[in-house]
């Protein structure tokens, strides 16, 4: 985890850059404009700054503690004032001038803090603080959580299920891996041709600072539109879309599918194995290939981001096509492969098999997890809870994993002979839900539905309005219920979960001194 802990060349340090899929297609500007992935900025640092495996995992962890910790609160308040949209907390209309108290929409506000959390990270770089770093983490983590929800909640405002949604998503993320690539290879060049890693910091300071001009322009282009056109409506079940609400809807979030369940538990393992891949990706191709750290950076970097032209593709496809648990079941069926190649083949051609199938399975899942979290809602006006939701399993599973796979390494000499069991553990895991998930779709249509593609979804729309009516209403709405809120309770315990393993980490002195 720990990218050239035994290397001579500090400058080097800027090793593993990587983008977490969660919060991977969780971290991308609605104008493709992504800013450089924390993962990327923290790891360039450690060598400089002398931290083991436990100690980078808990430095990594940081920003996703914060976002369990504000992720739901996030998700309702969008749903509630909007994506784009501004808001005030004591209720004072939107206005329509361009002053300092209209300037509270989400994606406004959330950049300007995640702008100052990049300034005091680059600082830290400069002092070589591990400690200051924690702090300029923690205050963009909450720049992030506000923005994070936003983004997508603006994209099921705009389009509907197999109407643009998976494709607009998937362009998006698409642009998100062209910047992500770019910044990961370019990282150990900007380090090492201007003799100081902090030089890298402060350009990603730069790109954020970009981010939030083009996030005002988009502020600015939402507020013109709402001026002239009218809504959008499910053309399959004629549903309204809406950016905001007139009240909070904390019942609805409470009665979620349990579609949506499934779905989100698909994400628990496939996301978090694709993050811990990722994490480690560097280090691994300098031990199985014997390269140095910039060959291993390259490597590394194609595995995860030249995908890039074919994640659109995969939009296409769920929106004309549909087959969402088909593609869930071969991402997951891809990803163990990839993970027991890593495992099972410390060859040189087999890490490379590895890197090869990892780069075309994870680029099914960011797109597919999304849209189908979307689909399987009865509401749309809650997706932003929903979405939420979502990222709070898997930053807290990642949480988990991080902190766990860190002790791990370091007690095995910082090898992967041990650590990569973990990764087919939790690839198998995403197997096995997502058979059971396209099992089901056989017998009711109550998940079926997840398969249609745009036309079978508008023909047949009244279904989904009737399976919505009989969820809710037929004699087992009353189990369906308390089984949404059940599930709820079991996100409150494995968020508290990814806190435990948090505090676990900082406060274990064995690791952190």
Known sequence: ???????????????????????????ADENGKRPVPLKMKILSVVVELKINNTQFAVLDSSENFIKTALILLSGILTDRYGGASTYSFTGVPRRQSLTPDS???????????????????AAATQVRSYKFMIGGIVIQAFGDVATQVAQYKIFSSWFPPSSGFASTLAFELGIGKIGSFVGKSTANIIAKN??????????????????????????????????????????????KLTESNKKLEIRKMLRLPWTFWLVCLFSLFQTSTAGIFSTNSTELAQQRFKIDAVKAGWYSSMSQYLGFFFVPLVGIFIDVVGQR???????????????????????????AASFGIYAVASSLGPTVIIDS?????????????????????????????????????????????????????LASGAVV???????????????????????????????????????ET????????????????????????????????LGNKKYLS
């Not at 400058?11 to 593993?16: N, Q, V």
């Not at 749309?380 to 930053?395: D, L, R």
């Not at 745009?454 to 047949?460: G, L, P, S, V």
């Not at 709820?488 to 968020?495: E, P, Q, R, T």
């Open 194 to 239: 201007l003799g100081n890693f902090s030089w890298a910091y402060w350009m990603a300071v730069f790109m954020n600072l970009f981010t939030n001009v083009a996030t005002l322009f988009f502020w600015w282009f939402t507020r013109w539109c709402e001026k002239r056109y009218s809504g959008t409506r499910d053309p399959a079940t004629g549903e």
């Open 325 to 351: 648990l088909t593609v869930m079941l071969v991402c997951g069926m891809g990803m163990l492969l990839a993970m027991s190649l890593a495992a099972w083949g410390p060859t040189v051609a087999g890490t």
């Open 433 to 471: 839900v997502g058979a059971i998930m396209v099992c089901l779709a056989f017998w009711t249509d109550m998940i079926g539905f997840l398969q249609w593609g745009r036309k079978k979804r508008i023909q047949k729309g009244h279904i989904i309005n009737a399976k919505k009516e009989e969820f």
């Open 103 to 121: 300037l509270q929409g989400t994606m406004l506000w959330g950049n300007a803090i995640f702008s100052l959390g990049a300034i005091l990270i």
């Open 474 to 505: 037929n004699s087992y709405a009353q189990f369906n219920r308390r089984l949404s809120l059940v599930n709820f309770v079991a996100v409150v315990f494995l968020i508290l979960g990814g806190w435990a393993a948090y505090f676990y980490g």
């Open 1 to 27: 985890m720990n990218p050239l802990s035994n290397e001579k060349h500090p400058e080097h340090g800027l090793a593993d850059v990587s983008v977490a899929v969660d919060s991977s297609d969780d971290g």
């Open 373 to 425: 979290i979307r689909t399987s809602m009865w509401y749309q006006e809650v997706f932003g809870s929903g979405y939420a939701i979502k990222i709070a399993i898997n930053n807290s599973m990642t949480l988990i994993v991080g902190i766990v796979a860190g002790v791990i390494q370091d007690r095995d000499n910082n090898s992967y002979n041990n650590v990569v069991v973990l990764y087919v553990a």
